[in-house]
């Protein structure tokens, strides 16, 4: 059974920062694409930050500058680090593993985390 766990949200002032973690069970961890998605309410799931098996890092242009997305492979867990928040950045966050194998391309999202980002 596969389960992606994220937490670290909550309620923060503008420019303020946050950590989101992500801890995932039942796949093999190192081998995905992890990312995290955020979505407002009224709006799209949109991507955030990736991190490949590799290492490579990929951002929206929104964030790129305040927001970095790492990974532990030993712990099975990825994270992301919230700098200089700005209340735009107000949104449920979900955690997202993308692996393919052969031709099977296998997607796994986490419940999400609340972040709110105001005065």
């Known amino acids: 059974q596969v389960q992606l766990v994220e937490s670290g949200g909550g309620l923060v002032q503008p420019g303020g920062s946050l950590r989101l973690s992500c801890a995932a069970s039942?796949?093999?961890?190192?081998?995905?694409?992890m990312g995290w998605y955020r979505q407002a309410p009224g709006k799209q799931r949109d991507l955030v930050a990736s991190i490949t098996s590799g290492g490579v890092t990929n951002y929206a242009d929104s964030v790129k500058g305040r927001f970095t997305i790492s990974r532990d492979n030993a712990e099975n867990t990825v994270y992301l680090q919230m700098n200089s928040l700005k209340p735009e950045d107000t949104a449920v966050y979900y955690c997202?593993?993308?692996?393919?194998?052969?031709?099977?391309?296998?997607?796994?999202w986490g419940q999400g985390t609340q972040v709110t980002v105001s005065s």
């Open positions: 997202n593993a993308d692996g393919r194998r052969g031709i099977y391309h296998y997607q796994y």
């Open positions: 039942g796949i093999r961890f190192s081998t995905y694409t």
